[in-house]
């Protein structure tokens, strides 16, 4: 499972790795406090990531400003 709103290069593109097991769905979950789980099905390993997505606050924050000193004079 992916979030498209990361670049293909950031880290943080890969959500969850997914596989089909007997018994569901085994989830390794790469974003989030848990970490592995297993699901009964497609939609609800996709849901949960979903939900998952929309709990996560931004990581974005305002830009730290740098402190802005006149030039030196010379005389």
Known sequence: MCDRRMRASD???????????????DVVWMRGPRRRSRLRTL?????????????????????????HFPPVRTS
């Open 43 to 67: 939609e609800e390993c996709l849901r949960r990531g979903s939900e998952l997505l929309s709990q996560e606050r931004s990581r974005s924050r305002r830009p730290v400003p740098i402190p």
């Open 11 to 25: 880290a943080e593109f890969v959500v969850a790795y997914i596989e089909r097991v007997d018994e569901g769905f």
